[in-house]
């Protein structure tokens, strides 16, 4: 009668104790909210979405780490300009906790304005950290025939960004894919399907980063 006792009167506290401390390990450790704000890289162009590198990302972080949740916003053609109009309503519909911008291709092979460049890559950063989520820039590159004044100034932008935002700079996306055979479609910009996993392999050490709490 006494242990029963003891237990009902314990009983109480003891799970209030256990679902705060369930509670408290969930807020120190939330499952990740991913929002990727791309151009036709990340788009998955040529293929199917699920063939994607985010797809790829999305069913990884599923198993590492469930209840995680990517939103891929990215769109065929996207420039930093068009990203930045757009991401307002994104952090404001997805409450993201990372953000990974993947823009810069198509503003380089416009010759867009380096200085208006870099202000909204920068711009996208302030914007993300402000909403509460973390930034990760995955950097770009363009043929040298744009010069090499442009050329270098187009790819050392994104560490400028990152620098003066206090975001993380991500590696060149297509490295060990731009110019290898098979891993690029026919007009030489695009990656195949086959390259899909070497990006996420790219990014990945890059975001685990910042994920572990």
């Given at each position: 009668m006494?242990?029963?006792f003891l237990f009902r009167v314990l009983r109480g506290p003891l799970t209030l104790g256990l679902l705060t401390l369930a509670l408290t390990a969930g807020a120190t450790?939330?499952?990740?909210?991913?929002l990727v704000v791309g151009d036709s890289i990340s788009a998955a162009y040529g293929m199917s979405l699920d063939q994607g590198w985010v797809a790829l990302l999305e069913r990884r972080l599923a198993d590492e780490r469930p209840g995680s949740r990517v939103v891929n916003a990215s769109i065929s053609g996207e420039t930093s300009a068009g990203g930045l109009r757009r991401l307002p309503a994104l952090l404001k519909d997805h409450h993201p906790t990372l953000v990974i911008i993947e823009l810069g291709g198509n503003d380089?092979?416009?010759g867009y304005p380096i200085n208006k460049f870099r202000d909204n890559l920068k711009t996208m950063?302030?914007?993300?950290?402000?909403?509460g989520a973390q930034v990760l820039f995955l950097a770009m590159e363009i043929p040298p025939n744009y010069g090499s004044r442009y050329?270098?100034?187009?790819?050392?932008?994104?560490a400028v960004a990152a620098r003066e935002t206090g975001s993380e700079l991500g590696p060149f996306l297509l490295d060990g894919v731009a110019a290898v055979p098979g891993m690029m479609q026919a007009d030489?910009?695009?990656?195949?399907v086959a390259a899909q996993?070497?990006?996420l392999d790219n990014v990945y050490p890059s975001l685990q980063g910042m994920?572990?709490?």
């Open positions: 006494l242990k029963l450790n939330p499952a990740p909210a991913v380089g092979l416009r950063a302030t914007l993300s950290q402000a909403a050329t270098t100034a187009f790819r050392d932008s994104f030489g910009i695009h990656p195949t996993q070497r990006l994920l572990t709490p």
